[in-house]
Antibody, heavy 124, light 107 residues
C-alpha cells in the first residue's frame, strides 16, 4: 500500500528548530517529486517546498515565506523525507503535510498521495 | 508568483444539484492546474490534473475544464460525500500556489 506517515511535530518556542519526518511505503521517495504543504488553523493550503527526484540529491524549491529558514532533504536508505525548520515564527504554526508529486515528462501535475499531517505550534 | 483566485468562497447546495467552482490565475498557466477535495481534519484528495484529467478512482460526476487563466470544476450531481472544501493549484511554475478554497455546504 502506498502511504506517507509524518512525525516530528510539536510545541516549539519562537526562534526554535524542529525537524519533521515523512516515512514512505509502497514507493521510492528518491524516484519521486516530494513536497511539503502546510495549513494554518482555519486557513487554506500553502505549498512549502519540493525536492525533485534524482540520485543522491535532486533540485529543491521553497516558498518565499520559508526560504533560508527551512531545508528539505531525504534519506534514501530510510525512504524518508525531512523538513528541517529553523528560526520558527508564530506564523509557521500549521498542520504540515508531505505529499508525493504526480509527475510525467519531467514536470509535476499535482500531488497524488498525502500523509495524515503533523501539527507544529510555535508559541511561547 | 502566480496568484490563484477561487470563487465563490462558499456555496450552499442540495444533493443532486450541479455545482461549478471557478479558479482564475493571475497569469497564463496553460493547462497546468490541479483540483483537490478536503474534508475537515483530513488530508486533501487529488481529483483532477492538467485541468481536465480525472485522477484514477475519482467519480465521473467530477469534471474540470479551462486553459490559460480561467478554469472550473463541476460536480454534475452533488452527493452527500461531496460536501467539502475544494482547492485549485497551479503547477505551471514555482512556487506552486493554491486558491483560497471553496466550501460546498448543505443547503
Amino acid at each position: 500500500e502506498v502511504q506517507l506517515v509524518e512525525s516530528g511535530g510539536g510545541l516549539i518556542q519562537p526562534g526554535g528548530s524542529l525537524r519533521l519526518s515523512c516515512a514512505a511505503s509502497g514507493f521510492t521517495v528518491s524516484s519521486n517529486y516530494m513536497s511539503w504543504v502546510r495549513q494554518a488553523p482555519g486557513k487554506g493550503l500553502e505549498w512549502v517546498s519540493i525536492l525533485y527526484s534524482g540520485g543522491s540529491g535532486g533540485s529543491t524549491y521553497y516558498a518565499d515565506s520559508v526560504k533560508g529558514r527551512f531545508t528539505i532533504s531525504r534519506d534514501n536508505s530510510k525512504n524518508t523525507l525531512y523538513l528541517q525548520m529553523n528560526s520558527l515564527r508564530a506564523e509557521d504554526t500549521a498542520v504540515y503535510y508531505c505529499a508525493r508529486g504526480y509527475h510525467g515528462s519531467g514536470r509535476i501535475y499535482g500531488m497524488d498521495v498525502w500523509g495524515q499531517g503533523t501539527t507544529v505550534t510555535v508559541s511561547s | 508568483d502566480i496568484q490563484m483566485t477561487q470563487s465563490p468562497s462558499s456555496v450552499s447546495a442540495s444533493v443532486g444539484d450541479r455545482v461549478t467552482i471557478t479558479c482564475r490565475a493571475s497569469q497564463g498557466i496553460s493547462s497546468w492546474l490541479a483540483w483537490y477535495q478536503q474534508k475537515p481534519g483530513k488530508a486533501p484528495k487529488f481529483l483532477i490534473y492538467a485541468a481536465s484529467s480525472l485522477q484514477s478512482g475519482v467519480p465521473s460526476r467530477f469534471s474540470g475544464s479551462g486553459s490559460g487563466t480561467d478554469f472550473s470544476l463541476t460536480i454534475s450531481s452533488l452527493q452527500p460525500e461531496d460536501f467539502a472544501t475544494y482547492y485549485c493549484q497551479q503547477a505551471n511554475s514555482f512556487p506552486l500556489t493554491f486558491g483560497g478554497g471553496t466550501k460546498v455546504e448543505i443547503k
